[in-house]
T-cell receptor, first 110, second 127 residues
């Protein structure tokens, strides 16, 4: 299973908005509305920020939002804060019975 | 509160075996799909396997199929991963995670995401 494609890094200033893309194929991202996004701070376990493309778990800031168009899913963070600096991973089903993660995107808050 | 605690990690020689455990608390374990996800040092996340709430449905990544076996004991609120024929490339932090959300079609169920995750346990495969 090939990893989904994410940019290696993105950056933004406090208060700005950024978008992280997650590009797959018609066999994974394009086939399922089951894309999830995870935030991971150094040395910590990942935390889900978005599930099923655009649903936000309770307790996650509404500054985080998700969307999908065709084979590409996106995570948008608005009103950037220093605490958002972390690695972000997308995840999707591929072929109904397996899951694949993106390679990860390091977000730097300038 | 909802908590997952992994154990069983350590140093093992190539070709060796290890069994990981994940103790769940704070929720009805038997109601949820569970998964193992790993992260090699300095690398990204890699899904390994997941198991349905009853244990009747199991899926594996190609990289571990035939070598790893996932199982669960709902009476003990525990998830396991038996790892055999270990290779250097299996070196990673192994996380257990609870599946949530998702939906079922007529033939298959999907999880929407994973939450929470345990703190992870490190497996090092080296001679």
């Amino acid at each position: 299973q090939s990893a989904l494609t994410q940019p290696a890094s993105v950056s933004g200033s406090p208060g700005q908005s950024i978008t992280i893309s997650c590009t797959g194929t018609s066999s994974d991202v394009g086939s399922y509305n089951l894309v999830s996004w995870y935030q991971q701070h150094p040395g910590k376990a990942p935390k889900v920020m978005i599930y099923e493309v655009n649903k936000r778990p309770s307790g996650v800031s509404n500054r985080f939002s998700g969307s999908k168009s065709g084979n590409t899913a996106s995570l948008t963070i608005s009103g950037l804060q220093g605490e958002d600096e972390a690695e972000y991973y997308c995840c999707s089903y591929v072929g109904s019975t397996t899951l694949v993660f993106g390679g990860g995107t390091k977000l730097t808050v300038l | 509160q909802v908590q997952l605690v992994e154990s069983g990690g350590g140093l093992v020689k190539p070709g060796g075996s290890l069994r990981l455990s994940c103790a769940a608390s704070g929720f009805t374990f038997s109601d949820y799909y569970m998964s193992w996800i790993r992260q090699a040092p300095g690398k990204g996340l890699e899904w390994v396997s997941y198991i349905s709430s009853s244990g009747s449905t199991i899926y594996y990544a190609d990289s571990v199929r035939g070598r790893f076996t996932i199982s669960r004991d709902n009476a003990k609120n525990s998830l396991y991963l038996q790892m055999n024929s270990l290779r250097a490339e299996d070196t990673a932090v192994y996380y257990c995670a609870r599946g949530f959300g998702g939906y079922c079609s007529s033939t298959i169920c999907y999880v929407g995401g994973f939450d929470p995750w345990g703190q992870g346990t490190l497996i090092t495969v080296s001679s």
